[in-house]
């Protein structure tokens, strides 16, 4: 397994529009909004945990199509599925190199841009923990996602419309755990709903993707 990890990381860095594409979109946003609704630092305050959440999120969608069209295109997904170890156990390793590659980047990324958007310094923190918990959930469910959509032509905007919905409530717990924190406001609830999505992901999710995989290369 951490050879399968190595390599995956190994091909995400070389195969790119992972790690920089992710960061470059994620800068673009921080950079563009405050263009877009004005300097005012109240304004950019109320909306930073939103903001930076959003961009997370569609940064991580960037690649997801990349999670397991290499090994579709060359043969090697036939390989690891007929391989003696699990397929949940594949699919579990692509979700953690995915958030290695972008999802991790993100969040240590996410602080220095909330810089540009004034959020108030106490939700810096809140910034960091509740993306360091929600990210992983956004990989897990991208990986589905790609599970159900490998070997489809065209299938990176099937793949946007499939995962988005399933994005929603991660979206919405973790800009309301910064909202919250920034506040000075109580954050058990949305935290510990975020972490429940997260581990409900980690958990169910593999097995529902190997079994698209199993289906998809029959």
């Known amino acids: 397994m951490i050879a399968l990890l190595v390599r995956d990381l190994r091909l995400a860095m070389r195969a790119g529009g992972g790690f920089g594409l992710g ?16 300097p005012e630092g109240g304004t950019l305050a109320k909306i930073a945990p939103g903001i930076l959440w959003l961009g997370a999120l569609l940064a991580c969608l960037l690649s997801l199509d990349r999670i397991f069209a290499l090994d ?31 999802g991790l980047p993100l969040t240590l990324a996410a602080p220095l ?10 939700g810096f923190g809140w910034l ?6 929600g990210t992983p959930a956004l ?32 979206l919405i717990f ?31 999710l593999p097995f529902a993707s190997a079994l698209a995989l199993r289906i998809n290369l029959r």
Not at 144 to 167: D, E, H, I, N, Q
Request: proline residues 6%.
């Open 113 to 122: 841009l909330a810089v540009l958007l004034h959020l108030p310094g106490a």
């Open 23 to 38: 960061l470059a979109f994620f800068l673009l946003v921080a950079v563009l909004v405050p263009l877009g609704v004005g």
């Open 128 to 133: 960091l923990l509740s993306l360091a918990l």
């Open 72 to 102: 579709y295109e060359d043969g090697s997904l036939d390989l690891l599925a007929t391989a003696p170890i699990p397929l949940e156990g594949v699919v579990a390793v692509k979700s953690l190199a995915h958030w290695l590659v972008t």
């Open 174 to 204: 973790g800009a309301e755990v910064v909202k919250r924190g920034a506040a000075g406001q109580a954050v058990e609830a949305p935290l510990l709903l975020l972490a429940g999505i997260t581990l409900g992901a980690a958990a169910l």
């Open 139 to 170: 990989s897990v469910i991208g990986t589905f996602g790609a599970a159900l959509t490998v070997g489809l032509k065209r299938g990176g905007l099937l793949l946007s419309l499939l995962v988005l919905p399933l994005y929603v409530p991660t």
